[in-house]
């Protein structure tokens, strides 16, 4: 990796450095702006709650610090290196984990197997290693027992805390989680939540898509709220939800609140 | 199917792999052995050698059905026997040439002479002047034109006397415009016309006769003589209309005003000393050789120790390995092609690459897979001549036409599957940092592979039958061998089921393995994986 320039413009540095800063970044998908000229940071072990209506780019945004989604301008700085098309995506990948709302479990392979088979193929854990890391981490999310079940013989609950474990084993700094719940029933999200609410705890640094206020509330230490690929808001949590900023940001509230 | 599994071998989902891949090349191995014609070393060429002789050895292409000519007497399907073959063997040896033969479908005789695949064509063929537009032809052996019936049918006075009745003949032979011939007068006489039933190959001409469903068939009177002993008497002559232009077999070759007056040189001395006069005492065509047909009443029923002895031969295991083994190898090299036309095919880019193979796709679906066999084996050495060579072999030849024919399909399967194995797996395997190539093989491929393998086998199945096919480029797998058992026996129902109990047990064994490699996927069934967990 190259040596991390400051980019022009950034606010002073800070004593600790931001673990994501973001600058004046924007996403293209052909004409339509997904995301139009982003600013924000993201300390280390901060959690960070995306809010915002269908179709405002909150997918999108947590896509790009992945480069699953790779943005067109501006800059995207993550534990100070810069990404771009030059960044190392293995490199990448291992530091920040994903949790996508479908599970997307690789369903030929056991839960064990799912955990395991990037640590190896991607980190090189050697195979006994992994299969203990996975067993640690399974038990973390309460599932110690299906190690060797296939996907399909779990729960949807059961299937998305397999998936954050999978992502744990990949040891990353960010985890990603993009609505982790919005395919469950109310138990099962409470489940998945108070795994959430361990991990917060930890104190790995964390953005989350979610519409669970009583989590956003709980556990976020800033609220970002986007529309048509823009922030309008960074708040902290009490102060978005008692007096949002924007009037975009009241309707959204009161439209939570109606349904 | 052993491609697919490659992939997810890491993942021991198949474990059939590896003894069939050791088959695979076991059968190549046969393969190579059976189709590769019989080379002899060269010796010291003379200026009074015909320039189709080529380094010492004289190719010369037949088609090995027609008794006593050419045709097989033993179970190698590889070493054609007969007048014709006893008359190439002396021409080469005048000319210090080692011999050798290229069995082929009647059909495909001219073709492979124009294409440089031989030197020489011989094969029972009439000397005739429409023929002679684009060949030369020299005499070696009279003959006459002879109508066939079946034993019980009173003697006729003349060709019109068959005007409305259906007679059979060869397909490719000049027996079926003579009677075009015929017609033109009957219908100048306003008589029906005599009807033309055209098979492949002589036996089935004559086992027309035998079942009754043509009333007779048009032939040599050699050849009749010979299959006297295998008729048991069923059928007699019943016309010799006596066609000046139906007299003589002939070698053919290409135009060569040099070449033929060497070639009819060297017949005329075979003839003086008394060469020819021996072979035709052998194999019993001197005119004392006509006897009169007489009427056995035929035995029929099935003959069970025909059946077990061609079921056990030696020639039906290798014409059945060699089915197997091309069906096998090309279906192999299918696989391999297609899986990344498929992944190409899948991506979301519209490159050129992706008309071109939509077009391959197309074209390749679209032509009769005979076609491209013939295509293959006849018309590709007229633009490229080094397909004419020795090492290009009726086995490679098929192998490279049933392979691209086949990748046509399969790139279809492929591409289903891939495209059914959901968008989020792709996803997750990339966020998990995993590279391109680790994402397909780990990931996309063996769920792809459960998607694709039923309709795979059952490609394969229908690709193990296509095989038979490969006889029109002389390729002796199982259909060959079977008609050419026939052609020497004339023991159709035996033959035909003794084939028939091969292909049912080797379709049989990939249905039985396609069952046991589905049981493997029983991660994508909530209620398998549980009760094979349990
Ligand atoms: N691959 C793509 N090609 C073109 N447009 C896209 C693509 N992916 C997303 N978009 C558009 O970008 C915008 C932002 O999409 P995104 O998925 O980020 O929204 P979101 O905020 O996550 O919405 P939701 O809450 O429904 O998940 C939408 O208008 C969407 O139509
Ligand atoms: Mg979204």
């Known amino acids: 990796m190259q040596p991390n320039p400051l980019p022009h413009g950034s606010p002073q540095p800070a004593q600790h450095p931001p673990m994501i800063a973001v600058h004046n970044m924007s996403k293209l998908y052909g004409e339509f702006v997904a995301l139009d000229r982003l600013n924000f940071d993201v300390q280390r072990g901060e959690k960070i709650v995306v809010l915002g209506p269908s179709g405002s780019g909150k997918s999108t945004l947590i896509r790009t610090f992945n480069r699953i989604e790779p943005h067109d301008s501006g800059s995207i700085i993550i534990d100070g290196k810069i990404i771009n098309e030059k960044t190392s995506l293995t490199e990448l990948r291992c530091m920040v984990g994903m949790v996508f709302q479908n599970y997307n479990l690789f369903p030929h392979l056991s839960v064990l197997d799912n955990c395991t088979l990037a640590p190896q193929l991607v980190r090189n854990v050697a195979r006994k290693d992994a299969q203990e890391m996975a067993h640690n981490f399974l038990k973390q999310v309460g599932i110690p027992e299906q190690a060797h079940k296939y996907p399909i013989q779990l729960s949807g609950g059961q299937q998305q805390r397999v998936a954050i474990a999978r992502a744990l084993c990949m040891q990353p700094e960010v985890m990603l989680f993009d609505e982790p719940t919005a395919a469950l029933d109310p138990e099962a999200i409470t489940g998945v939540v108070s795994i959430m609410d361990t991990l917060a705890e930890q104190g790995i640094t964390t953005l989350c898509v979610t519409h669970e206020m009583a989590f956003s509330r709980r556990i976020a230490d800033k609220i970002v709220f986007m529309d048509q690929g823009r922030i309008l808001e960074i708040t902290p949590p009490e102060q978005f939800f008692t007096a949002p900023q924007t009037e975009r940001a009241q309707n959204f509230l009161n439209q939570m609140i109606r349904y | 199917m052993a491609a697919l599994s490659f992939f997810a071998a890491k993942n021991k989902v198949c474990k059939p792999n590896k003894w069939a891949s050791a088959l695979l090349i076991g059968l190549l191995g046969t393969g190579l052995a059976l189709s590769t014609p019989t080379m002899g070393r060269a010796q010291s060429s003379s200026e009074t050698v015909p320039s189709f002789v080529q380094d010492g050895t004289l190719t010369v292409c037949t088609n090995p059905t027609l008794p006593p000519m050419t045709f097989i007497q033993g179970s190698d399907a590889s070493k054609p026997e007969g007048m014709d073959i006893d008359v190439v063997r002396a021409l080469a040896q005048r000319w210090h040439a080692s011999l050798s033969l290229i069995t082929m479908d009647f059909t495909g005789l001219f073709p492979s002479l124009a294409a440089q695949r031989c030197g020489l064509v011989i094969s029972g063929i009439i000397q005739l002047a429409d023929r002679e537009k684009n060949f030369d032809a020299v005499a070696y052996q009279e003959t006459a034109l002879t109508v066939v019936a079946r034993a019980n049918t009173p003697p006729i006075k003349s060709m019109a006397e068959l005007s409305g009745k259906t007679i059979a003949v ?365």
């Open chain 2, 170 to 534: 060869q397909a490719g032979t000049s027996y079926a415009a003579r009677i075009e011939r015929e017609n033109v007068s009957l219908a100048a006489a306003g008589k029906a016309p005599i009807l033309v039933q055209q098979y492949p190959t002589e036996d089935q001409v004559v086992q027309q006769v035998l079942i009754g469903r043509v009333f007779a068939f048009v032939s040599q009177d050699v050849e009749l003589y010979y299959r006297q002993k295998q008729l048991h008497g069923k059928v007699r002559i019943i016309l010799k209309p006596d066609y000046q232009d139906y007299r003589h077999f002939a070698a053919y070759l290409r135009k060569n005003k040099q070449d033929r007056a060497l070639l009819s040189q060297t017949i005329a001395e075979l003839e003086q000393d008394g060469t020819l006069a021996k072979l035709r005492q052998k194999w019993s065509l001197s005119s004392q050789a006509e006897q009169a047909l007489t009427a056995d009443e035929s035995s029929g029923g099935f003959n069970w120790q025909s059946f077990f002895s061609a079921l056990f031969s030696a020639a039906f295991l290798k014409g059945a390995a060699l089915t197997l083994g091309v069906a096998l190898l090309s279906h192999f090299i299918a696989i391999l092609i297609s899986i990344p036309m498929a992944v190409a095919l899948n991506s979301h880019k519209n490159s050129a690459l992706k008309w071109v193979l939509k077009a391959y796709v197309s074209i390749f679906r679209g032509a009769p897979t005979l076609l491209q066999l013939l295509f293959i084996w006849n018309a590709l050495p007229q633009f490229f001549p080094i397909f004419r060579e020795q090492w290009f072999t009726p086995f490679l030849a098929t192998l490279v036409a049933l392979s691209i024919n086949e990748s046509a399909y399969q790139v279809e399967i492929n591409r289903a599957a891939l495209s059914a194995v959901d968008g989020g797996q792709e996803l997750a395997a990339d966020a998990l940092g995993m590279k391109r190539k680790q994402v397909y093989r780990y990931v996309i491929f063996p769920q792809a592979l459960r998607i694709a393998l039923p309709p795979t086998i059952n490609e394969f199945i229908s690709l193990l039958k296509t095989t038979s096919l490969a006889s029109v480029i002389s390729l002796q797998e199982l259909l060959a061998i079977t008609q050419v058992q026939v052609a020497r026996t004339f023991e159709f129902t035996e033959y035909y089921a003794a084939a028939l109990v091969y292909y049912l047990a080797m379709v049989f064994f990939f249905l039985f393995l396609q069952k046991r490699v589905e049981r493997r996927f029983s991660w994508a069934d909530r209620k398998k994986a549980t009760a094979n967990a349990a």
